[in-house]
């Protein structure tokens, strides 16, 4: 009888090896990808999404959806008067917005896009990328002049006393400059700067940690007084389009393309992750909060194409 038990358990056990294990199937699929985190740093879902500028599903009805009073009035009024429109959107995807995405769960591969690396836009109508950096590190989106740079180009700006002042320039690329602060929250501060990079390129002198550096390249235009300050959490959205009927502002040359069928393009960046969280932090124990703004400023240089910053 011991036998006969030993022998059944060892059949079965052979039959076991034999078959192998079958893996379960989640039981729901992300629509984003899971980001490989590095240390201290800040990984950040790139989505723009390119659509007919007579779309209603992504135009007004879309706006219905996205919280744009989360930013303080002289923000706003500072950025509907550049053509801009600025607003965040936390959790699901609307429905609209969703089926036009159709977001993929494969993740990039690890190393795909690196710290201070450039998001260029594609032909495709929806482009995806994803961003890891360090806390202060900058990564540039390019917005203008993807293919090849803007022969010329006339760019009209409004200041906080409704002056405009006019500037036509050449040989340009579009660009927001982005960093990204963690808030000791789990979520992170994004920053976003519009830069345009014009003209041939020439060496200047840049100052740096107590001495002064040499670059050589395009000059540029830093319009500092635009920048996009937007508090995240993980999962958050911050949403950035065009105004509509402003020709020749910013919104516009960044967001619009001509065309015998005009389009218009929409920018999302997803919170995927900040690892840093300082709610468990034995550190922290008094209830001092960390601030984004104790790291460092980085900027990284970056050897990229011809036509890109």
């Known amino acids: 009888m011991r036998h006969a038990l030993i022998l059944t358990i060892v059949i079965l056990c052979a039959c076991a090896i034999g ?43 879309l706006w219905k959806e996205i919280d744009e009073l989360r930013f303080p009035p002289d923000m706003r009024r500072r950025m509907t008067g ?11 995807l609307p429905v609209a917005l969703e089926r036009k995405i159709q977001l993929t769960d494969k993740a990039p591969e690890a190393g ?3 710290q201070g690396s450039k998001v260029e836009l594609a032909t495709k109508p929806v482009k995806q990328r994803t961003l890891r950096i360090q806390p202060g590190r900058r990564s540039n989106i390019l917005m203008l002049g993807e293919s090849q740079r ?20 050449r040989q340009v690329l579009g660009l927001f400059a982005t960093r990204a602060f963690p808030t000791g929250d789990g979520g992170a501060r994004i920053e976003l700067i519009p ?3 014009h003209g041939t390129p020439e060496k200047r002198f840049v100052p740096g940690e107590g001495m002064f550096k040499v670059e050589f390249g395009p000059p ?9 300050t937007a508090e995240l959490s993980p999962g958050e959205f911050l949403v950035v ?48 909060a960390s601030s984004g703004d104790d790291f460092k400023t980085i900027d990284a240089t970056v050897v990229t194409q011809e036509n890109s910053p």
Do not use: W
């Open 82 to 92: 550049n053509g801009l429109r600025v607003g965040l959107l936390n959790g699901t």
């Open 241 to 288: 389009t065009s105004q509509p009927d402003r020709e020749g502002s910013l919104g516009h040359r960044f967001f619009t393309e001509a065309g015998e069928s005009p389009l218009k393009k929409l920018l999302l960046i997803r919170l995927a992750q900040a690892d840093f969280d300082d709610r468990f932090d034995k550190t922290n124990a008094t209830g001092a």
């Open 195 to 197: 830069e345009l990079e």
């Open 220 to 228: 540029k235009e830093v319009l500092q007084d635009l920048r996009i």
């Open 19 to 61: 078959s192998g294990c079958t893996p379960l199937d989640p039981i729901r699929k992300s629509p984003l990808t899971m980001p490989v985190m590095v240390r201290d740093g800040i990984v950040l879902d790139v989505l723009v999404v390119r659509y007919p500028a007579d779309d209603k599903e992504l135009g007004e009805k």
């Open 112 to 114: 795909a896009e690196d």
């Open 150 to 169: 803007v022969p010329e180009l006339s760019l009209l700006v409004i200041d906080d006393e409704a002056r405009v002042q006019g500037r036509t320039y």
